[in-house]
């Protein structure tokens, strides 16, 4: 969830194409709800599965897709990619620096990649267990994760890292619904 610079909460729906256990899948969705509770969905998104949502300081909409190991961007009402993530990184929740840099979740990398503003892959910071999302508080990084993916998912448990990121985060939209 983010609220955008018009006051709406903008949200990602995952889909359930990667889910076996429907007989009909759904393609993931972008959405943005008003004050008001008028909806509007954004943008459908066939075998991606859309998953974290923020933006920038010029108040440009990204979201990652999970299934497409990417990082999107909507540019005039379009989606162009960003950044394509190495097919190591199943990208999930992600926080923006103030200096631009993205830290994203990727869950099967094991840990947090950080992406320049121009979306180049800078560097990995390793935490040897499956990152799911983050929030800046101060100069740190505060992440939430699971053990290896290797663990079926009902044993797992979570942990929550802080990681000195010697930046602050980029200072969210407010808003309220």
């Known amino acids: 969830l983010a609220f955008g610079p018009d006051g709406r909460l903008y949200f990602t729906e995952s889909g359930s194409e990667q889910d076996f ?18 909806g509007e969905m954004l943008a459908e998104l066939p075998n991606v599965y859309p998953n974290g949502i923020a933006f920038d300081a010029q108040h440009r909409l990204y979201w990652t897709e999970s299934m497409a190991h990417r990082i999107m961007r909507m540019d005039n009402g379009e989606p162009v990619t ?3 993530l190495p ?3 199943v990208p999930d929740g992600f926080a923006i620096a103030s200096d631009g840099r ?3 979740c990727t869950t099967t990398s094991g840990g947090v990649t950080v992406v320049s503003p121009d979306g180049e892959v800078l560097e990995e910071i390793s935490l040897g267990e499956c990152a799911t999302n983050c929030l800046f508080v101060g100069t740190d990084l505060y992440v939430t994760a699971t053990q290896v993916a290797d663990i079926e998912a009902s044993q797992r448990t979570g942990s929550l890292w ?9 200072p969210l939209i407010g808003g309220q619904l």
């Open 21 to 38: 256990r429907f007989d009909v899948r759904a393609p993931g969705r972008l959405f943005a709800i008003d004050p008001h509770g008028k």
């Open 82 to 84: 960003f950044c394509q």
């Open 87 to 89: 097919d190591s990184h």
């Open 102 to 104: 993205f830290f994203v």
């Open 162 to 170: 802080v990681v000195p990121a010697g930046v602050t985060g980029l």
